[in-house]
């Protein structure tokens, strides 16, 4: 049973409609296990806001960005879902100042992730929102669980809803495939790339580092990253190399840099350009070095070979035919990093909900098998 208590139906189209404090008790959804109740942590969304507020709750912080802001893509998300005129759906059928409960359910097992980035949406939507959690960011939940609560307007948490439960399944998703391929390329550390949605890069890579994973490269900016059209119009990889070189000397520069090698030949290149010449390089990227088999198998020879080579001299990173069923091998190899573009490119989405009659809603769940 709900229990609501509400005014009039709103008179004007207004996207959020003031809000209105109720006398007496919020309306209560109780949620019928004990351990949500015995384990939640309550707080208000605006704490969670990344500009202005403390991020100290955050399980995972996000990777930062000099020019990247949080607060302008939620804006965006929830701008396009509104339009100029805002939900018509709920300004015709949810009366202004009802107040509800609406529950957070998994309906398939994963790590779950935006956690922090849903409060932050909340608060965008209604600082008066609150919403309390069982899980935190990069836990792992199973099929059927009740994971958070959110209570406030109703109107407002159903403006929020879909935009927070986009970024929370494609990060969930992200997170879940990540912490599979890190748990299996150990002792090698599972990276991304720069393979990520337009406009969503720092929520993609956040969702790596939720599931275990580091970040590769920010975006254009924050490394240099010497990859083959680079090395083809500087006339070789040694010609590219020393240009860096040139050019961070010049610019009184210090960062992280990275070349691409392809054969083992160009790695006996870089390898003796190093030995003769100062240089600002610190890794060697081994691409294509694992080669797939007719049995569905991989060879890494050599890659292990070209790991042998380098000797530790550098940090190295393998990429390219890197899967779930390939990982492990690669990482037996002795490399440093692993990177995979699939962990944001071809992510597939975890399939959460909310709800506010949740009774029905698992009780359809169970009936389609997604609870």
Same mark, same amino acid.
């Given at each position: 049973?709900?229990?609501?208590?509400?005014?009039?139906?709103?008179?004007?189209?207004l996207?959020?409609?003031?809000?209105?404090?109720?006398a007496?008790?919020?309306?209560?959804?109780?949620?019928?296990?004990?351990a949500?109740?015995?384990?939640?942590?309550?707080?208000?969304?605006?704490?969670?806001?990344?500009?202005?507020?403390s991020?100290?709750?955050?399980?995972?912080?996000p990777p930062?960005?000099?020019?990247y802001?949080?607060?302008?893509v939620?804006?965006?998300?929830l701008?396009?879902d509104a339009?100029?005129?805002?939900?018509?759906?709920?300004?015709?059928?949810?009366?202004?100042?009802m107040?509800v409960?609406?529950?957070?359910i998994?309906?398939?097992?994963?790590?779950?992730?935006?956690?922090?980035?849903?409060?932050?949406?909340?608060?965008?939507?209604?600082?008066l929102?609150?919403?309390?959690?069982?899980?935190?960011?990069?836990?792992?939940?199973?099929?059927?669980?009740?994971f958070?609560?959110?209570?406030?307007?109703?109107?407002?948490?159903?403006?929020?809803? !879909?935009?927070? &439960?986009?970024?929370?399944q494609?990060?969930?998703?992200i997170?879940?495939?990540?912490? *599979? /391929?890190?748990?299996? @390329?150990r002792?090698?550390?599972?990276?991304e790339?720069?393979?990520?949605?337009p406009?969503?890069?720092?929520?993609?890579k956040?969702?790596?580092?939720?599931?275990?994973?580091?970040n590769?490269?920010?975006?254009?900016f924050?490394?240099?990253?010497?990859?083959?059209?680079?090395?083809s119009i500087?006339g070789?990889?040694?010609?590219?190399?020393?240009?860096?070189?040139?050019?961070?000397?010049?610019?009184?520069?210090?960062?992280?840099?990275?070349?691409?090698?392809?054969?083992?030949e160009?790695v006996?290149?870089v390898?003796?350009?190093?030995?003769?010449?100062k240089?600002?390089?610190? !890794?060697?990227? &081994?691409?294509?070095m694992?080669?797939?088999?007719p049995d569905g198998?991989?060879?890494? *020879? /050599?890659?292990?070979e @070209?790991?042998?080579?380098?000797?530790?001299t550098?940090?190295?990173?393998?990429?390219?035919?890197?899967?779930?069923e390939?990982?492990?091998?690669?990482?037996?190899?002795?490399?440093?990093y692993?990177?995979?573009?699939?962990?944001t490119?071809?992510?597939?989405?975890?399939?959460?909900?909310?709800?506010?009659?949740?009774?029905?809603?698992?009780l359809?769940?169970?009936?389609t098998?997604?609870?």
């Amino acid at each position: 049973m709900i229990k609501t208590t509400f005014s009039s139906p709103p008179s004007s189209l207004l996207l959020f409609p003031p809000r209105r404090r109720l006398a007496g008790n919020f309306p209560t959804v109780s949620l019928s296990s004990p351990a949500f109740r015995r384990s939640v942590v309550t707080m208000s969304v605006s704490e969670a806001a990344i500009h202005g507020s403390s991020v100290g709750s955050m399980a995972v912080k996000p990777p930062s960005h000099p020019t990247y802001d949080i607060k302008t893509v939620i804006k965006l998300a929830l701008a396009e879902d509104a339009g100029d005129r805002g939900d018509v759906t709920c300004l015709a059928t949810v009366p202004s100042d009802m107040e509800v409960e609406a529950y957070f359910i998994a309906k398939e097992d994963g790590v779950i992730a935006g956690i922090a980035l849903a409060e932050m949406i909340f608060s965008e939507v209604d600082p008066l929102i609150k919403v309390e959690w069982s899980n935190k960011d990069g836990d792992y939940v199973h099929k059927g669980t009740q994971f958070g609560k959110v209570h406030g307007r109703a109107h407002n948490i159903v403006v929020a809803e !879909r935009v927070v &439960l986009n970024f929370m399944q494609r990060m969930s998703g992200i997170a879940t495939l990540t912490k *599979s /391929m890190a748990d299996a @390329a150990r002792p090698a550390f599972i990276l991304e790339t720069r393979k990520t949605a337009p406009g969503l890069r720092l929520m993609d890579k956040w969702a790596v580092l939720i599931g275990g994973g580091k970040n590769h490269r920010m975006g254009l900016f924050d490394m240099v990253m010497i990859k083959d059209n680079h090395i083809s119009i500087a006339g070789g990889v040694t010609n590219a190399i020393k240009s860096v070189d040139h050019f961070l000397e010049q610019n009184n520069l210090e960062m992280a840099v990275e070349v691409e090698t392809r054969t083992l030949e160009e790695v006996k290149e870089v390898l003796q350009y190093t030995n003769q010449y100062k240089t600002s390089l610190t !890794r060697i990227m &081994l691409d294509n070095m694992v080669v797939p088999l007719p049995d569905g198998g991989v060879d890494v *020879s /050599m890659l292990k070979e @070209a790991v042998e080579l380098i000797n530790g001299t550098f940090e190295t990173e393998a990429s390219g035919n890197v899967t779930l069923e390939t990982v492990k091998k690669i990482g037996e190899t002795g490399v440093t990093y692993i990177s995979s573009g699939a962990l944001t490119h071809s992510v597939k989405a975890i399939d959460i909900s909310l709800k506010i009659d949740t009774e029905l809603a698992l009780l359809v769940g169970r009936r389609t098998n997604r609870a």
